[in-house]
């Protein structure tokens, strides 16, 4: 999709419930998905604003996600209200403005979906994580956003991208482009190809132990990328973000692609292989942080399912990169032509090295699950 200008953004805006008016857009973010604006108020006594468009190539039922994200921070503010007597609600989940049809997004004529949140000032995000401090607080985010949406009734999610982090359905979708050869480039990639082989059987223990009724569904955030939690200047957490992909989902999903994300030293498309290495203090404070607020109410089973879910996240992201890559870059935005491929080889540099390191990871769970009961 081509990107907005900003005559295109001020007219989609004035769609709007807004208080005050458009003063500016700017382009916002790193997704590789939708598009985001910061979209500036005229008065300075009003609130900015972020809107987005959803790619609803990717989200098919646009109207489906956004009533998941309405159920959802709705809920999560009644929480905040109830058991933190918080005054500042606002501040703790996400807050979409209605279009002045009453609902929560608006459909242009070109048929593309956009919506509006109240924009939270004096924060930032994280895409590499440096301090102990940060990845505590982002675990106790992280654990009190899946506390909190513990009692919601799932059934009243739809599910919005089937299957999604359901590694035999990504393997199989891999199996159609190495089939399909679409953009030729299948000849360069055999060695990650038989990397993605060797793994195959080892990466479907979470969905064996689903399968077997050994694992609960909860509902799941599902895009735990670190530089989904919101910061304030302090350095605490703040809102927790990007809630498209929220649907029912193993607890292993949330922890280990937050993790895929933190405890890594370099960007998650990072070229230099050496430079990808694990920041065990900073891993080890996430788990406490995230345990701290959910061991108490998870089975060992499911306790130890998280530690396989640190290297399943990693592969996954790889794996989808290395998909993209050999269909012809179709799915996920990119700088340049090899990106997709550069983004895989990282990821799957990275499970290597969580591979080596899957004793000492297990030990820090199992101790922060016990130290958070
Ligand atoms: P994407 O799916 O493209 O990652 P996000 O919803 O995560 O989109 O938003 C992209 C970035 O915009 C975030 O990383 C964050 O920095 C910023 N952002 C998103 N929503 C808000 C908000 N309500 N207030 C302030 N910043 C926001
Ligand atoms: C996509 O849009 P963004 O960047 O938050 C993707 C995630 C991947 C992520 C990798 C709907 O998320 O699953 O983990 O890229 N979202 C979708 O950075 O596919
Ligand atoms: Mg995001």
Same mark, same amino acid.
């Given at each position: 999709m081509k990107a907005a200008n900003l005559e295109e953004v001020a007219a989609i805006v004035a769609n709007f419930e807004i208080n005050g008016g458009f003063s500016d857009a700017v382009p916002f973010g790193s997704g590789h998905i939708n598009d985001t604006y910061r979209i500036t108020n005229s008065y300075a006594a009003c609130p900015d604003y972020v809107l987005q468009r959803v790619n609803h190539e990717i989200f098919k039922n646009v109207p489906a996600l956004i009533d998941n994200i309405s159920y959802v921070t709705d809920h999560l503010r009644n929480k905040f209200s109830t058991?933190?007597?918080? *005054? /500042?609600?606002g501040d703790r989940a996400l807050t979409l403005i209605p279009a002045k049809s009453g609902q929560y997004y608006y459909q242009d004529a070109k048929g593309q979906y956009w919506r509006l949140y109240l924009f939270l000032p004096d924060t930032r995000s994280y895409d590499v994580v440096t301090t102990t401090q940060q990845a505590l607080e982002g675990g106790k985010a992280l654990g009190q956003f899946q506390n909190y949406l513990a009692?919601?009734?799932?059934?009243?999610?739809?599910?919005?991208?089937?299957?999604?982090?359901n590694i035999n359905f990504r393997l199989k979708q891999f199996a159609e482009a190495i089939q399909n050869n679409a953009a030729g480039r299948l000849d360069e990639v055999a060695a990650e190809v038989a990397f993605v082989r060797a793994r195959e059987h080892g990466m479907g223990e979470i969905e064996r132990l689903g399968d077997a009724g050994k694992l609960p569904l909860r509902v799941t955030h599902?895009?735990?990328?670190?530089?989904?939690i919101l910061f304030d *200047? /302090?350095?605490?957490?703040q809102c927790i973000i990007d809630l498209d992909t929220i649907m029912p989902g193993y607890m292993a999903f949330d922890f280990g692609d937050a993790v895929r994300t933190l405890?890594?030293?370099?960007?998650?498309?990072?070229?230099?292989?050496?430079?990808?290495?694990?920041n065990i203090p900073v891993f080890k404070a996430f788990a406490q942080g995230f345990l701290g607020q959910t061991a108490s109410y998870m089975s060992t089973t499911e306790l130890r399912s998280l530690t396989l879910g640190i290297t399943l996240l990693p592969f996954i992201m790889g794996l989808r990169f290395l998909t993209d890559y050999i269909n012809g870059d179709t799915y996920y935005k990119t700088a340049f032509p090899a990106h997709n491929l550069q983004r895989a080889r990282a990821q799957f540099n990275l499970v290597e090295k969580l591979e080596k390191a899957h004793h000492q990871l297990y030990a820090i769970v199992m101790h922060a699950a016990e130290v958070g009961m």
């Open positions: 058991l933190m007597g918080s *005054a /500042n609600v009692d919601l009734d799932v059934s009243k999610l739809s599910v919005v991208l089937p299957d999604f982090h599902n895009d735990t990328k670190f530089n989904n *200047a /302090n350095d605490r957490a405890i890594n030293t370099a960007p998650e498309d990072e070229p230099d292989l050496d430079k990808i290495q694990l």
